[in-house]
């Protein structure tokens, strides 16, 4: 069945650094959407790629998905002790409407 | 409040009961998800459903598990003969075809 890997599991960061998770699908996607979970809370959406090759930032994150339609990463420029939380990638796969996540990565701002 | 709503927000359980929970959606969404989530874990797919219509169930979910949803309306998800590692936050969604999912605060189930 679908799977959707992401890397790292963790990252520890120095407030200021930049940031980026990976995300891998076993088969090939409709479209992809990221999520933050703050811990203690549920997930959240933060944006959804469609078309293969797209890039979409908002402010200081930048979303790519891959030309091939399997991958795709969140790159944080500069991080801030609020952007701690767990990052998922979920995806969409052919006409089904079942979306599978990514086991997450947990971002660690150190001050 | 238009958001998803679950209840209970927390259950405590004797292993071997029967527990049920509830999950209303955003009124206008047709599609409605269960997931299951565990400490440092992603969610994982349990069952959805478009409209009234369980269209898919994770084959790792056992016969215990049902779900359902009539009338498109508000789902319940229940687990029969609970055991200990059913221990863990579940999770309900909802959206409109192929757009952003929004989630419940979830339910936290411990099994005694």
């Known amino acids: 069945g679908q799977q959707v890997m992401q890397i790292p599991q963790y990252q520890h960061v120095q407030e200021g650094e930049d940031f980026t998770t990976y995300c891998n699908s076993s088969?090939?996607?409709?479209?992809i959407q990221w999520y933050k979970q703050r811990p203690g809370g549920h997930p959240v959406f933060l944006i959804q790629?469609?078309?293969?090759?797209e890039v979409k930032k908002q402010k200081r994150l930048t979303f790519q998905f891959g030309e091939a339609k399997k991958n795709s990463s969140l790159h944080i420029t500069a991080t801030q002790t609020t952007d701690v939380g767990t990052y998922f990638c979920?995806?969409?796969?052919?006409?089904?409407?079942?979306?599978?996540f990514g086991q997450g990565t947990t971002l660690q701002v150190k001050p | 409040d238009t958001g998803v709503s679950q209840d209970p927000r927390h259950k405590i359980t004797k292993r071997g009961q029967n527990v049920t929970f509830r999950c209303d959606p955003i009124?206008?969404?047709?599609?409605l998800y269960w997931y299951r989530q565990t400490l440092g874990q992603g969610p994982e797919f349990l069952t959805y459903?478009?409209?009234?219509?369980?269209?898919?169930k994770s084959r790792l979910l056992s016969d215990r598990f049902s779900a359902e949803r009539p009338k498109g309306s508000f789902s319940t998800l229940e687990i029969q003969r609970t055991e200990q590692g059913d221990s863990a936050m579940y999770l309900c969604?909802?959206?409109?075809?192929?757009?952003?999912?929004?989630f419940g605060q979830g339910t936290r189930l411990t099994v005694v």
């Open positions: 009124s206008e969404h047709n599609r």
């Open positions: 979920a995806g969409n796969s052919g006409n089904t409407g079942k979306l599978i």
């Open positions: 969604a909802s959206r409109e075809t192929y757009t952003e999912a929004f």
């Open positions: 459903f478009q409209n009234e219509a369980q269209l898919e």
């Open positions: 790629l469609v078309k293969s090759g």
């Open positions: 088969t090939t996607l409709s479209n």
